[in-house]
């Protein structure tokens, strides 16, 4: 059995969900059962619904509502040039009701003026509630018998609503009672990503980018013999196909460089997706919806060693570095203890931490309680906080094999001014923070010196 995710521009129109209707078909014929689909909304769906909610809840009632006009064409017209029977006809009753609501919820929202993390959950979670119905009846009428799974009913997790954890052992139960029986029937589920609900049943997402997990969720809750992410690249390049204009294409990664590079901010991948693949080993790989004779990236356990040092460049954006002095206690025992629990009591995560004889440098993604941090902190240390920083990393298992390469790094980046390095114990990257408007110069130097 496989898994196969389909990302948002794998699912955008009509046109891309007649080549996922065929991808799905190819598999099938393969392996004689399956596959199993988790689905994206289509593309620009999820911020589409994440702005209304945000209209609503500044009272821009009209405005959300109108926003909302075009979305439900664009569900309504795909239906009917995919399903144009009866079945459409039901499905197209589906999407004007979630539509409906959704207009109700944001007259609610413009009178209470908040937005609650839940109320995020509930709107943005629609998006994939309808790509998903829609994308089984549209095998159903190509016929491929499809069978439709609320995804709320099997993805079970926690209650931090817009970054929802998976409950596994809880979710692995309901998956087997409900997906298998239908692949054993000789049936395609589909699923909706990135959203699940809590025991209690209230709706919840993942996480921005959470289809990935949720397709890696299903492929170990299920054992899947592999889970392969479709979306518009060929798979995992050596640098952001944004920033670099001739990125190659890397054609094996292991586990541990993919979470590096997912985790660094390698968009194509989610940073939970690689978890649960690596509990239960099954191979992740990433391929190309538009191009699907392409080989894309296979992930997995361990690579086969080639030349390379460097496996790929990932970078992150919109970070703030937060700088912490003190001349007092520093290096007093308990000092960075202090220091994370402030981190930890507004749960804020931080991704890169250097330290030198009186300050500790670190950087933050989460802005929302940077403002609370920082007051935590002056509390025991002068705090200084810069904003529009961003991150590059160069990730391979090779690198600790082979000393030069931080000299190369450094060397090739020698005019660009470097706020933050980088190099922790597994020595499977290094890690350099500088101001965001040096990134694509940097980013591009480092390409040009490993992989060009
Ligand atoms: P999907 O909607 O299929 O989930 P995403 O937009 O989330 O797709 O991820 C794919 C995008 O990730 C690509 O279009 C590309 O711009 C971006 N990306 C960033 N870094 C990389 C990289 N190293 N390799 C491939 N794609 C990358
Ligand atoms: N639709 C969600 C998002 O845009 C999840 C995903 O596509 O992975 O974040
Ligand atoms: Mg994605």
Redesign the pocket.
């Known amino acids: 059995m496989i898994v196969q995710k389909?990302?948002?521009?794998?699912v955008a129109d009509p046109e891309a969900i007649r080549r996922l209707i065929e991808i799905a078909r190819a598999a099938r014929a393969r392996d004689g059962r399956g596959p199993v689909l988790v689905v994206?909304a289509m593309?620009g769906v999820t911020d589409a619904l994440l702005t209304v909610a945000a209209r609503a809840g500044a009272a821009h009632v009209d405005d959300a509502i109108l926003r909302l006009g075009p979305l439900r064409e664009r569900h309504l017209a795909a239906i009917s040039a995919l399903a144009g029977n009866a079945k459409g006809n039901e499905v197209a009753a589906y999407t004007n009701a979630q539509f409906d609501e959704l207009e109700a919820i944001a007259r609610a929202l413009g009178v209470l003026r908040e937005v609650s993390p839940r109320t995020l959950d509930a709107v943005a979670s629609i998006g994939e509630l309808l790509s998903s119905r829609l994308i089984a009846i549209a095998l159903e009428e190509a016929g491929v018998p499809a069978a439709w799974i609320d995804a709320r009913r099997a993805i079970v997790t926690d209650d931090d609503h817009t970054r929802a954890a998976p409950l596994m052992r809880e979710t692995t139960t309901v998956l087997r009672a409900l997906v298998t029986p239908l692949v054993e029937e000789g049936r395609v589920p589909v699923l909706g990503g990135f959203i699940g609900a809590t025991r209690d049943g209230i709706t919840t997402t993942l996480g921005r980018?959470g289809?990935?997990y949720s397709g890696a969720i299903v492929g170990a809750g299920i054992d899947a013999r592999e889970i392969q992410?479709?979306?518009?690249?060929d798979?995992?390049?050596?640098?952001?196909?944004?920033i670099v204009s001739n990125?190659r294409l890397?054609p094996q990664l292991s586990f541990a460089e993919a979470s590096g590079?997912a985790y660094f901010?390698?968009?194509?991948?989610?940073p939970s997706t690689i978890l649960p693949a690596v509990e239960r080993s099954i191979p992740v790989r990433?391929l190309n919806s538009r191009r699907p004779d392409g080989s894309g990236t296979l992930i997995m356990a361990q690579r086969s060693e080639n030349g390379t040092p460097v496996t790929?460049?990932?970078c992150k954006r919109d970070l703030t570095v937060v700088d912490i002095t003190s001349s007092r206690m520093f290096m007093a025992y308990g000092f960075l203890r202090r220091l994370f629990e402030v981190f930890e009591r507004f749960r804020t995560a931080v991704d890169v931490v250097t330290t030198s004889e009186v300050s500790v440098s670190v950087t933050v993604d989460d802005r929302r309680h940077l403002d609370a941090i920082t007051e935590a902190l002056s509390e025991f240390a002068d705090v200084s906080v810069e904003a529009e920083m961003a991150l590059l990393c160069a990730v391979g298992d090779r690198l600790r094999a082979d000393a030069s390469v931080a000299a190369r790094v450094l060397r090739v980046l020698e005019e660009v001014p470097l706020r933050m390095v980088s190099q922790a114990a597994a020595r499977r990257n290094i890690t350099v923070v500088l101001r965001q408007s040096d990134l694509a110069t940097a980013m591009k130097r480092l390409h040009e010196e490993f992989f060009e």
């Open positions: 389909f990302g948002g521009t794998s994206s593309s980018g289809s990935d992410i479709w979306t518009d690249v798979g995992m390049l050596t640098a952001d196909p944004r990125p890397v590079l901010g390698a968009e194509v991948l989610h990433i790929a460049l990932a």
